[in-house]
């Protein structure tokens, strides 16, 4: 495939726009147009956000916050992950040097 920009019509909450991407990241961008398009009707139904504007920024701020969310369970996952990583290195060295200890 292509990495040439080439035009695109996508939807947003019931508004279309023309952006030009990559033709093998067309799937992508209509996937992720469909998700905001999702998530800004969901921000309009609660009644509580009025306006175009209001309803893209609230939207954009859900998603920054689960995203930053995301990344902070990914990173205390990886830490949890690397110490018992560490942990269980440890019991293998441990057993390591009991059997040597033990074959002398």
């Given at each position: 495939m292509s990495n040439e920009n080439v035009p695109i019509t996508i939807k947003v909450l019931d508004k279309e726009f023309r952006i030009a991407c990559p033709?093998?990241?067309q799937a992508s961008l209509i996937e992720?147009?469909?998700y905001?398009?999702?998530k800004m009707r969901e921000v309009r139904d609660t009644?509580?956000?009025i306006g175009m504007d209001?309803?893209?920024?609230m939207t954009?701020?859900?998603l920054a916050h689960e995203l930053l969310q995301s990344k902070s369970e990914q990173a205390d996952f990886s830490h949890n992950f690397g110490h018992r990583l560490e942990l269980?290195?440890?019991k293998i060295d441990t057993a390591l040097n009991n059997s040597k200890q033990m074959e002398l």
């Open positions: 033709a093998s990241e992720s147009a469909n905001l398009s999702d009644g509580k956000v209001r309803i893209a920024v954009a701020l859900n269980l290195q440890d």
